[in-house]
């Protein structure tokens, strides 16, 4: 349903998880906010007002009101900041009630139009509100509000009918000590917890399904994400690169600037498709992988990387190759789609927007010179044995010596360092 276009004066911003930390919690807040503007940069400098531990986004110094494109924006936008559980743009107004009154009915008219429509003729309009009094001190209960609102509402719509269990319209009304607010919609955040507070990581992002999932879900627990794929020019094509590209920038949606690394792993995959034992093959790539990973982990002072693997998805993602693949790592490597259902992830990668461009089929490095029959347990040692055969410090320098940082928006390549 849309909601009407109110000339709403603040959004109330929601979080949840952020309101256990303690002292850590005005940082927190300072994140939320941060990502807030981040995402609304085009409305200009807004105004932050924090009440009661109560986080409201104001038109800039000037503006009384969020205008309509404003609100499309906010509408449009808000729903990518992590950290945040819900949001709703509001009518900030003094904890009186004629003011509360006023604000009321300034809004109620419009939303009763608009919830009306999608009901069917003869049926009733079901309307609860919620009314939160923080200030005790205030004359009316929560519940006296409610009835008092009610009273004034129902007998204005012959079809209005009061439900506090399902309504179709819910009207929220906070009242604080230093002022109430009154509002008719809420817009779902992801949760989870601000952009910037869980450090940074480096993702291994492949064009599939499940890498660009792992990211957001680090996202969301605060993490900035930076990226590194791996291809094998020209043996997987140009559009391999701009397909990672279109991912790295839907997930920047959710933090802004996360950077993309490519690195052609060639030189190490044609030494071990000559040298190796083909059943190795795959996990002595990854090996590589988090090696040249590794490295630049160290540039972009990630503290850990982070991977797609899913147990049991694929040979390389049993336990006994992901720890394989872990003992070539100085960094702890993330896996948080370890105990996933394949649906669960198409569902997160449908709603986040990268499952359109996941499913583009572009060849990858994986596929390329990939074995008949991967070995599902091989062991540090037995691989350390293949890895003797091979000059493994000189091929992560000559992957590194081909590594680029790519622009997201013209795929032009710039230095990794
Ligand atoms: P995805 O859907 O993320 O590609 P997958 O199920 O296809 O995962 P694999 O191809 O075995 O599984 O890859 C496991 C993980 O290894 C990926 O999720 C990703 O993090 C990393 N990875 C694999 N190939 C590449 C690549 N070419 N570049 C960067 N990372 C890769
Ligand atoms: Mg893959």
Known sequence: MKYPD???NAVLCRYNEIATKGHNRRQFENRLVGGVQRVLRALGKLRVAREAGRIYIQPPEGVDTF????????????????????????FLVAPELTAMEQAVDAGFEAVYQAVAATVPEGEPVTYRMRANRADKAFPLSGTKLEIHFAERLVPRHDRLAVNLKQAALTVELDVRHVRAFVCFERISGPGGLPEGTGGRVLALLSGGIDSPVACYQMMRRGCRVDYVTFHSSPYTPPALIAKVAKLAEILNDFQGGGRLFAVNLLPAQKQIRDICRSRFRTVLYRRFMVRVANRIAEETRAKALLTGDNLGQVASQTLANMSVIDAASDRMILRPLVAADKQDTVAVAERIGTMAVSCESVPDSCTVFAPDDPCTSSTVRRLEAEEAQLDVPALVEACLEQAVRIDLATLDEYPWR
């Open 6 to 8: 109110l000339p709403y």
């Open 67 to 90: 205008s309509v494109a404003d609100l499309a924006e906010i509408r449009r936008r808000l729903p990518v900041v992590t950290g945040l559980a819900s949001a709703s743009p509001g």
